[in-house]
């Protein structure tokens, strides 16, 4: 047992089994999209913190695991998509610290088909995975569902979908601490907004870009600040241009971008979140959106 946390619970002790590379690695990338204009490109290697925590699910994750150990919780229970990080992320971190974990997973149809490799992993790691309707998982959010579900599973720390709650957010801003005078704007990718919610209050200026459709990300990153901060915090904005149809989906220039990207610098993209990032932040250097002389850090979340 060693290494505090950071933000919440600041002193509690975390099982070796989930110590950290922190700070992460920030990195130069040198690629003439950005140079040409003047620019740096840094890569903030958030990927390599912890093997089976990777990224944002780290700083999202262990606040939340201290909180439910401090309490006194056998039990951690959350929601997601069959391709869900956030579950697998999850999962792990239950095996780890040797709490039970439940899985709410959309889309009933999914109880009677094989497991995708996602859902195989959370298994093997011990997650008890329960399936529910549309209609259902729609009520995730509501007191009387969380009720029954606590009913049905026993007293649990209940954590929301993605993760992103108040002790998610105070993880993040330690992103931001870590970047602050080492970057002019800090890019980030943004599933439900609670990466860059922590991410803007204490670094550089912070520009997230959406991977779904929908437009309400960012009403929900003020509300994930205020609820988290007691009201807004840093200077932040979204680029809604670069989510290419939807969450998991993609293009043929997304994938053309990704496979040209990894060829370059030698690093593989996750599809779903970081090839956007990156597909956005290029685009938008080349068009000149940043004076010259900004360093630009992308977050490398996964
Ligand atoms: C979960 C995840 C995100 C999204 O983070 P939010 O806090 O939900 O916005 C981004 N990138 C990767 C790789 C992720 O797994």
Redesign the pocket.
Known sequence: MHRAPPGDNRGVTLPTALAARLPSPLTECADERFTRRGLRLLLKRD?LIHPAL????WR?LVPNLVAALEAGYPTLLTFGGAYS??LRATAAAGRLLGLATVGVVRGDELADRPLNASLARCRADGMRLHFVSRAAYRRRAEPEYVAALRARFGPCAVLPE???NDH?VRG?AALGRELAGRADVAA?????????AGLAASGPPALGFP?LRGGWLGAEVARLQRSAFGGPRGSWRLDEGFHCGGYARTTAELERFADDFEQRHGLAL?R???AKLLLGLTTRATEGAFPPGTRVAAVI??
């Open positions: 990927d990777p990224g944002n699910k999202k990080n956030h993605g993760g992103s998610a993040c980030v990718a943004v599933g439900t907004g609670g990466t860059l991977v996750d779903v979140y970081v979340t996964g």
